[in-house]
């Protein structure tokens, strides 16, 4: 009877989606499949867990997305710790970060596509609290993850294109980190399954937090799990290099959430920011001289690296061969371009190296 029944219930949910398909259009009918799913099966969470989803894709499907979030609304004020609620909710985040990236094709300031935004990020909340729960590691995890990480770019008035804290000006608060503690804690959760990119969203969401010494731990196991650094000659591994050519980026990350760290917290002033510049030293090393946006910055961290323990005339006369070799130090090609950065590191060190 067992069995039965449960075919019986696996025919239903499969009909719900054959409704759902592009070209069949019957999507009126699975609301009805929907209602008879929550009255047969009252009170079976995982039944009701594939009913709930169904409906508020059938609604939204119609143009009912109003109609769905009433429904989602009322679930949630029924229980709001409910499994089943909270994949609903997940369905409808997904809707309306759709939707927003439609708004923001015709208008990119759009206040209503705020709006809608911030509340596709309360119901992605909603929707990975179960899961992070109970420790649960999945793909799904680390796609809500990235979302949330480009909601917080928005709100936190990272520039359009910047995609990395390296280059922004550190000691500046977010003004909205909710969208970042909650990205970092679903990275954490899918990152426990071993998924990389679920590691680097992590770590890069802790360094826009400002938490660098989080940040640092998190970039560490990323670097020696990849064996990025050869230990036989303490140089980067090209082979690492070549299967991941993203090891680059990261690995800067890594070397300025270390600088920041030292400049953040004295106790380990010392170890960070040597530990700093050891990280750019290889990364100019590696990439092409004065080709590429990783040398340049850094390059231009291990300068400021010199500055900051106290090795201003070498830093000054190091920034002195730049400028003459280069226009305008890096010509403005990157977005959030360093020639302004150098001359100021470079008035900095000119008043700490006394005058021939």
């Known amino acids: ?139 799904e995890l680390e796609q ?58 992590q770590a890069r969401t802790l360094g826009y937090l400002g938490s660098f010494k989080e940040a640092s731990d998190v970039y560490s196991e990323i670097i020696e799990n990849e064996s990025l650094v050869d230990p036989s000659t303490n140089d980067i591994n090209r082979s690492a290099l070549t299967s991941r050519p993203e090891l680059l980026g990261i690995y800067l990350e890594s070397g300025v959430a270390k600088f920041e760290l030292g400049k953040q917290d004295a106790d380990v002033r010392d170890q960070s920011l040597g530990d700093a510049s050891a990280i750019f030293q290889r990364i100019v090393k590696a990439a092409p001289k004065m080709q590429s946006e990783s040398w340049w910055r850094a390059r231009y961290y291990q300068l400021a690296s010199w500055y900051e323990t106290g090795l201003y005339t070498q830093c000054l006369a190091a920034i002195n061969d730049l400028e003459r070799n280069s226009d305008n130090f890096d010509e403005a090609k990157w977005k959030l371009g360093l020639a302004e950065r150098f001359k100021e590191l470079k008035r900095e060190a000119e008043r700490k190296v006394p005058a021939k």
């Open 1 to 139: 009877k067992n069995s039965l029944e449960a075919s019986a219930f696996q025919c239903v949910s499969l009909t719900g989606s054959l409704y759902m398909l592009d070209g069949v259009g019957r999507q009126n009918d699975v609301l009805a499949l929907t209602d008879e799913i929550e009255k047969k099966y009252a009170g079976d969470e995982a039944k009701i867990g594939e009913a709930r989803p169904l409906r508020v894709r059938a609604l939204t499907a119609l143009g009912k997305v109003k109609e769905a979030e009433d429904f989602l609304e009322g679930l949630l004020a029924g229980d709001p710790n409910s499994k089943s609620t909270a994949l609903a909710a997940g369905v409808l985040a997904r809707t309306f970060d759709q939707q927003v990236s439609e708004m923001r094709a015709k208008d990119p300031k759009s206040t209503a596509a705020d709006d809608l935004w911030k509340q596709a990020f309360r119901y992605y909340v909603i929707s990975t609290r179960p899961k992070l729960a109970e420790g649960r590691a999945s793909d």
């Open 144 to 201: 809500v993850g990235r979302r949330m990480l480009i909601m917080g770019e928005h709100f936190n008035g990272v520039p359009e294109g910047v995609t990395t804290f390296v280059g922004l000006k550190s000691g500046k608060k977010p003004v909205a980190p909710e969208y970042w503690e909650e990205a970092a804690k679903v990275f954490e959760a899918a990152a426990s399954s071993g998924n990389f990119n679920a590691k680097v969203g």
